[in-house]
Structures are given as C-alpha cells and as structure tokens.
C-alpha cells in the first residue's frame, strides 16, 4: 500500500508463469478507496492500461500477458517521476536535468517542473506540461553551475507540481 498524504494506491507484483491470458486478481480495496485508474509494468519493460472493475471493496482484473508485471492500483496519487542528471559538470558549465513525467491518474492533468538548485545557484523557468492518463512527457531544465564553485557535493532537486500537489524528486 501506498499512502502519502491524501494520495492513496496499492503496487501488486504478479507472476503469470506460465503465460496465460486468462488469468485473474482480486484485490481488497478498503484501505486505499476505489481503483480509479490501473497501470501495469512489465518484465518487458512496458506500461499497460490495466482494465478491471471495481465491485464494493474489491476491485478484479486481468493480469498482464507477462511472466512477471507490477500493477498499480492508482486511487489518487501524482505523477511518477524519472530523472536523470550528469553526475559530475565543471563550474562554469551548464548540464540538463532530464524528468520524465507519467500521469497515472485517471484524468487528464497538467503538470509543471521547477529546479530547486543549491543556495545561490541560479533557478531556470520552470517547464510545464498537460497529459492524457498514460502519457509521458520529458522535461529538460538546465542546471547552471556557478563559476568559482568548489569540489563538493551539491544537491539539486526539481519540484514537479499536478493536481494532487507538488512533489521534490
């Protein structure tokens, strides 16, 4: 189960071995609420819709055609955040965050992407996105390391913002 504040979903680990497209689960939903959109991940390294139906507390669906998926039973939850970022740069030079930005939501939804960089190092314009469920959109924001700066660990986060609120990777 996850739960965070008011976002509420559940992440089932299946195994379909042998393959089979008949196959079925039945999850208890009472401590998250009602399944308002279904994702699943795949060994083969997919995101399929998952389509079920939501019956009082229980909600029953199909299980993916593959050995082994994740499936995410979304109540309401913000989006799934990838990023990735040059893990070295010289002062002086700029790098690219790179955030990938999935709505899992049942709902169409906008979304948008500040940098939070390190005490006095320049914030860019954040970037903004709108989103079909199930769509990925990729937001660059360039990180601007100051001339002069020392040999040191410096944290730089990004705020990506929807409906459900606002999350720091």
């Not at 039945?26 to 699943?40: E, K, L, M």
């Not at 970037?127 to 660059?140: D, M, Y």
């Amino acid at each position: 189960l996850f739960q965070d504040g008011q976002q509420r979903a559940a992440l089932v680990n299946l195994i379909n071995s042998p393959k089979t497209e008949t196959a079925t689960c039945t999850i208890q939903t009472d401590q998250f609420g009602p399944v308002r959109a279904a994702w699943a991940y795949t060994l083969e390294g997919k995101r399929l819709p998952v389509t079920g139906r939501q019956e009082g507390d229980k909600y029953r669906f199909r299980v993916p055609v593959s050995e082994l998926s994740t499936v995410v039973l979304v109540n309401r939850v913000g989006p799934m955040v990838r990023w990735s970022l040059p893990r070295t740069t010289t002062p002086g030079e700029s790098v690219k965050l790179r955030l990938e930005v999935d709505n899992l939501g049942p709902e169409p939804a906008a979304f948008s992407a500040r940098l939070v960089p390190t005490k006095g190092w320049p914030a860019p314009q954040a970037k903004s996105e709108a989103l079909a469920p199930g769509a990925t959109a990729v937001l660059e924001l360039p990180v601007a390391v100051p001339a002069g700066t020392g040999f040191a660990r410096h944290d730089v986060r990004a705020q990506v913002t929807g409906p459900d609120g606002a999350f720091t990777t």
